[in-house]
């Protein structure tokens, strides 16, 4: 496999993931509202995180500036990476609130090692 066809399968395993869980929360909104509350996100911002997330993932899907977009969504996952490591941390494990209603299980170490890759992978899409 080339260097260019990798990133252009790593920014599509990228853009599933975030258009997966963008159109999740976007299908529930009230569910959203009350699982990023329990994240400890003010919603100001989190009303935001679905419409980022499916519009990089649409982004990376079609490979309209991949590179931009991939090093976006690496800078998101670390975002999410560091917010469920702060909530770990204090000792808080709600219910993750990744993909929608698709993931309503507590968060834990598992979490952060499946971030770890998420990272990898759009790393991945931005340097091939």
Known sequence: MSRS???VVAAVVVAAVLLLAGVSKLARPTGWRAESAGMGVAWPLARLVPYVETALGALLLVQLQRHIAAWCAVALFVAFTALLGA???QGQRPPCACFG???AKPIGPAHLARNAVFISVAV????L
């Open 5 to 7: 066809t990798g990133g």
């Open 87 to 89: 909530r770990l941390a």
């Open 101 to 103: 209603s698709l993931s």
């Open 124 to 127: 991945a899409a931005a340097l």
